[in-house]
């Protein structure tokens, strides 16, 4: 009896379903004095490692706490059964099964196989002011709010703020510094953020100063590693 055990397609949480196959053959029959040409009943298990759940193991297999089951019934010798079972893995890594089948007339076997599990980088971008309208020679507060939705962490992130003509630069606080690029009034730089996790949000606040009636839009542009182009939100305000 031999065990096989394969993974089909590439693990990729949130959307992609890691899937994999096992085939479980038992050739007995031919040149076999333990088979004697019947046919006997073997229980295939898929081992789950910690972090990885069943979605459906199909063909009427038993989902467990660690583990998948099919009990295949009848196998004829020299004939070959297959079962799949979707997974779920929860966190991203190199993720390593294991398969084995058991049968009355014949001794447990087991084989394996891996593959890596990557997270999806995925980013919400927000700016919002706080008052609107606002008076001329009143302040105005922006509040940025960079939340990570995807299962893969993001290095990196930073963000470059561009002030109106109609707006001048007071101050900026958050999770990194903020300041005005050099030689400049209108571009405000934020120092970059190392790591920001999954779930997790940054937040920053700018305080401009109106300095015309009208109506300002204040923009800003949001770049991670993950990201070949930069998401850009604009925050229109009026001022009177």
Same mark, same amino acid.
């Given at each position: ?32 004095? +333990? ?17 990885? *759940? ?10 467990? +706490? ?5 009990? @295949?019934?009848?196998?004829? %010798?020299?004939?070959? @059964? ?9 966190? %991203? ?22 593959? @890596?599990?990557?997270?999806? %980088?995925?980013?919400?971008?927000? /700016? ?6 606002? +008076? ?9 709010? /960079? ?7 993001? $290095? ?6 561009? =002030?109106?003509?109609?707006? #001048? ?11 005005? +690029? #050099? ?5 405000? =730089? ?6 920001? *996790?999954?779930?997790? $949000? ?5 305080? @401009? ?5 009208? *109506?300002?839009?204040?923009?800003? *542009? ?6 070949? #182009? ?6 229109? $305000?009026?001022?009177?």
């Amino acid at each position: 009896m031999t065990v096989r055990l394969a993974i089909n397609g590439f693990g990729r949480i949130g959307r992609l379903v890691l899937r994999a196959a096992i085939e479980s053959g038992a050739y007995f029959g031919d040149g076999d004095p +333990e088979a004697g040409g019947q046919d006997f009943d073997y229980a295939l298990t898929l081992l789950l490692p910690a972090g990885v *759940e069943a979605d459906g193991p199909g063909e009427s297999g038993l989902v467990l +706490e660690n583990h998948v089951t099919w009990v @295949v019934l009848d196998l004829a %010798p020299g004939t070959v @059964v297959k079962r799949c079972a979707v997974l779920r893995p929860r966190e %991203p890594g190199v993720l390593s099964l294991v398969a084995e089948a058991r049968g009355a007339c014949a001794p447990v076997v087991q084989t394996g196989c891996s593959t @890596v599990v990557a997270g999806i %980088p995925a980013v919400l971008l927000e /700016v919002v002011d706080l008052a609107d309208p606002v +008076e001329v020679r009143g302040a105005v507060t922006y509040e940025i709010r /960079v939340l990570n939705q995807g299962s893969a962490a993001l $290095t990196q992130v930073r963000w470059t703020g561009r =002030l109106p003509e109609t707006q #001048a630069f007071v101050l900026a606080e958050g999770q990194t510094s903020a300041e005005l +690029e #050099a030689g400049t009034s209108r571009v405000l =730089l934020a120092a970059p953020l190392a790591v920001l *996790e999954p779930g997790t $949000t940054a937040v920053w606040r700018v305080t @401009v100063r109106a300095d015309a009636a009208g *109506e300002s839009r204040f923009t800003v *542009e949001l770049t991670a590693d993950q990201f070949r #182009a930069a998401i850009v939100e604009t925050e229109s $305000t009026t001022q009177y």
